[in-house]
Nanobody, 111 residues
Framework: VQLQASGGGLVQPGGSLRLSCTAS????????LAWFRQAPGKKREMVSS???????YYSASVKGRFTISRDNAKNTFYLQMDSLQPEDTALYYC??????WGQGTLVTVSS
């Protein structure tokens, strides 16, 4: 499966962005749709996922601010990011079943 991530950019603190990840194949039967991020000098961390049965996961650092969703008809899943802070600055990656990965989209939060 090929994944194409998009939606990153420069935003001021407190702003919002919506990331999209479009797959080359159907995501309807994928077990886990996930978003990761990697900040400069830090390890890659999982920030959110949707698992089988629509179980949602959010890391403590983004819970209450980020929302993951999916649109099976468009083979796309999303990460809505609100109340962005400078510490959210990172390269964001999407993944299906932790085996396929998008190329990353850069999110920069700065005034």
């Amino acid at each position: 499966v090929q994944l194409q991530a998009s939606g990153g950019g420069l935003v001021q603190p407190g702003g919002s962005l919506r990331l999209s990840c479009t797959a080359s194949e159907s995501i309807a039967s994928v077990n886990v749709l996930a978003w990761f991020r990697q900040a400069p000098g830090k390890k890659r961390e999982m920030v959110s996922s949707i698992s089988t049965g629509e179980t949602l996961y959010y890391s403590a650092s983004v819970k209450g601010r980020f929302t993951i969703s999916r649109d099976n008809a468009k083979n796309t899943f999303y990460l809505q990011m609100d109340s962005l802070q400078p510490e959210d600055t990172a390269l964001y990656y999407c993944s299906t079943d932790f085996t396929s990965w998008g190329q990353g989209t850069l999110v920069t939060v700065s005034s």
